[in-house]
């Protein structure tokens, strides 16, 4: 018995995919006091092989942590993922804007709740699977891309509270995801040939357009008119939740040249459309930043700006005004600039922190 | 670190006496009961006084216990057969293994516990079950959550003297407390093995001489016919030798040691948390089980940091994905869903120490401290 004095306690997010097993077998292999812990984000069982967290893939890290001789535990966060995920979720397609569900269980979850719970179950960090780098140089604490370039997902993480930065630990970041598949096959954990979970985890049987119409009231679910930038009607749809700015395919429009989601208007109801140019942004708004570099950014600075998970970060400049006010001012135009979604500032490899797309037309 | 064990309410370690009647008879019984060769006979032999020390724990005639595979399934079978007879009188603080069966029935009288898990006046229950039809009743002899020993006696006297048929869930009763179906008055009850130091998968259900109930598993004539199926004779050979070493334990002697350990550790919870709540009567309880709800405390966690600081207790049930649910029965007492969750249950055993106990109450100001730090993140 040590009292409240802090050992080398941890805890390990186990999603019960082969990530977060290897994860948990290099810090039991390095000698760590590892305390596994799921958590459980949602009531029904959706189908294990498209997501994590269904009641098989808790079995799943509960055979590895048995395997491992950690304790294992689940966390019930199924109402703290409703009202801060799921029902962010459905707000933002609700306001015709495109959400990160990742990046918002990430920054209200993994990333505060259960870092507190790690901290109330006596641990001195939290480790997860996730393929990025927490490195200290220059007397400072960084988050890095991991180095698999294919997997890195520092992207999701802009959102890490700064000063907890020392007490979170990535251990696959230096590795490539064959590495850690073969480090699972050499270990023999249960999960080392389970699939990549890839779709939105808590959508299940599903598209995410049907799991939002379920979830809009009646009244929000309205037809409307796809529109041109000179107010030609060029057909119906059946509701704006189903869009999302630069989105081409499923449109069922017949028109002379491809045309392209350019702006929902929820005023109204219009989906406005056109040719791909129309996508083309100079600049936009970030709102509710968080940095990682700095305490307080620079009032001014350069910066590389991803703006999808996928998307290739590209030069930009990026102005800090008063209260916080971030305005991105791209080299070269950028296209499908999605409210909603996350933009991302780089430097090199170094995260330097990140918020919300706001208003890219403005 | 040396752990400490205080779930016997969960389940009990296995009697040395009986691992070691399980190990000879695994080894030196190959035969199958049903067979008329020797190796038959001597297997038959050992299934049929394993069944005389189960009835003769709860005063009942051998030929009245059909063996099953526990308590869960003797529960199924019971109130399904009640079931066929009409509305059933039951209570809010069965076991799932009662309450999911009755569930699936038309009719059921459910009576709610008060604020300590107590029943209202069993008159008052009796009358409102007649004027529902009611034909059986099943009532559980000890709740597992708080221990409250419930009135199961004159649940039988009054339906008896209507004809209803009597089904008691005495799965936490036995080996704790006396239990005899005669003093009791039921036609029917449930036992299992690993509540009472027994092996795990195996229990008993006594049916009343006379009684007809359906078959619970057709296609063979062992258990009289009632139930099918190669009878899993080192299982039942184990619990045989645990009845028997229930039978002959002093067991109100054990009792009062037990009830002592259990004072002892309430006090000292006391002592460390003011605010602290004893749920459930001091008696009719069990000796061994003392439910306490930590006010303000996050169950779940609390769960956690009692086991990485060693202490194995229970807070309500675990859903199929093995996260924590309160439990229904501190739900149906009233107690709100959050505050619910911050119950825990610890259950004494015969091998508990006073040195175990102290142990725990060392233990547990550094575990609710902890707990409580959540509430900075």
Same mark, same amino acid.
């Given at each position: 018995m040590t009292g409240l004095e802090i050992g080398d306690r941890g805890v390990v997010a186990m999603s019960g995919g082969v990530d977060s097993s290897v994860t948990a077998a290099l810090l039991v292999k390095e000698g760590h006091d590892v305390v596994a812990v799921s958590m459980r984000l949602y009531e029904t069982a959706p189908r294990s092989d498209r997501s994590c967290c269904s009641p098989d893939d808790l079995f799943d890290a509960r055979s590895v942590a048995a395997m491992l001789d950690v304790p294992f535990y689940v966390a019930n966060y199924v109402d703290a993922f409703r009202e801060r995920v799921i029902d962010y979720f459905v707000d933002e397609y609700r306001r015709g804007r495109t959400p990160n569900p990742c990046v918002a269980c990430n920054n209200h979850l993994k990333f505060d709740v259960l870092l507190g719970r790690a901290r109330a179950l006596g641990g001195s960090w939290l480790a997860t699977g996730h393929y990025a780098r927490v490195v200290h140089e220059d007397g400072r604490w960084k988050l890095m891309r991991g180095v698999d370039a294919n997997k890195n997902q520092s992207y999701f993480l802009y959102g890490l509270p700064r000063a907890e930065l020392p007490r979170i630990r990535f251990p696959l970041g230096g590795l490539t995801k064959d590495e850690v598949r073969d480090m699972a096959a050499a270990h023999d954990l249960p999960t080392a040939q389970k699939k990549e979970s890839q779709e939105i985890c808590f959508v299940t049987g599903s598209s995410y357009k049907e799991f939002v119409r379920e979830r809009? *009231?009646?009244? *929000?679910v309205k037809p409307g008119r796809f529109v041109l930038e000179d107010g030609t009607v060029v057909g119906q749809h059946e509701g704006l939740h189903q869009f999302t700015v630069g989105q081409r395919r499923g449109l069922g429009i017949a028109w002379s040249e491809p045309l392209y989601v350019l702006e929902l208007r929820t005023d109204v109801g219009d989906v406005l459309v056109g040719p791909r140019r129309g996508l083309e942004t100079r600049s936009f708004q970030v709102d509710r930043c968080n940095w990682l570099r700095w305490e307080e950014p620079p009032a001014l600075f350069e910066s590389l700006v991803q703006i999808r998970y996928r998307a290739k970060p590209v030069p930009a400049q990026v102005t800090v005004g008063q209260g916080g006010a971030v305005h991105v001012e791209f080299e070269t135009p950028q296209y499908a600039v999605a409210p909603g979604q996350v933009a991302v500032f780089y430097h090199g490899d170094e995260v330097l922190g990140g918020g919300f797309i706001e208003s890219p037309r403005a | 670190m040396r752990r400490v064990y205080l779930d016997y309410n969960a389940t009990t370690p296995l009697a040395p006496e009986a691992a070691a009647a399980m190990i000879d008879a695994l080894r030196d019984l190959p035969g199958n009961p049903s067979s008329i060769h020797r190796e038959g006979q001597r297997a038959r032999a050992a299934v049929e006084q394993a069944r005389r020390r189960v009835a003769e724990l709860i005063g009942a005639d051998f030929t009245e216990i059909v063996l099953t595979s526990g308590a869960s399934e003797a529960n199924n079978i019971a109130v399904a057969a009640l079931g066929e007879r009409g509305p059933l009188l039951t209570t809010a603080i069965e076991h799932p293994s009662v309450l999911a069966p009755a569930q699936r029935l038309a009719e059921v009288v459910r009576a709610q516990p008060g604020p300590h898990g107590e029943l209202p006046e069993v008159p008052a229950l009796i009358a409102q079950a007649e004027a529902a039809g009611v034909r059986g009743v099943s009532v559980m002899l000890a709740n597992n959550e708080t221990g409250n020993v419930l009135p199961v006696a004159q649940f039988a006297r009054a339906a008896r003297e209507r004809g209803w048929w009597v089904h008691c869930d005495a799965t936490q009763a036995v080996g704790k407390i006396p239990v005899d179906v005669e003093a009791l008055g039921v036609d029917l009850l449930s036992l299992s093995s690993h509540k009472l130091y027994g092996p795990k998968g195996v229990g008993a259900l006594y049916v009343r001489a006379g009684l007809e109930l359906p078959p619970m598993i057709v296609g063979g004539h062992q258990e009289r016919g009632r139930r099918a199926g190669t009878e899993n004779v080192a299982a039942i050979v184990g619990m045989g030798e645990a009845a028997r070493i229930s039978a002959q334990l002093d067991l109100a002697a054990e009792a009062a040691r037990q009830q002592e350990l259990r004072e002892a550790l309430w006090a000292g919870i006391q002592a460390i948390e003011p605010g602290a709540h004893r749920q459930g009567l001091t008696d009719p309880a069990l000796p061994n089980t003392l439910n306490v709800r930590f006010p303000g405390v996050d169950g779940e966690t609390l769960l956690m940091n009692l086991d990485l600081e060693g202490i194995a207790v229970s807070a309500g049930s675990a859903c199929s994905a093995g996260s924590l649910e309160p439990s229904h029965v501190i739900l149906a007492m009233g107690v709100p869903y959050d505050e619910a969750r911050g119950s825990v249950r610890f259950s004494l055993g015969r091998p508990t120490t006073e040195e175990e106990i102290q142990l725990v109450l060392k233990r547990l100001p550094v575990v609710l401290e902890r707990t409580r730090s959540l509430a900075w993140g």
């Open positions: 809009l *009231e009646r009244d *929000e | -």
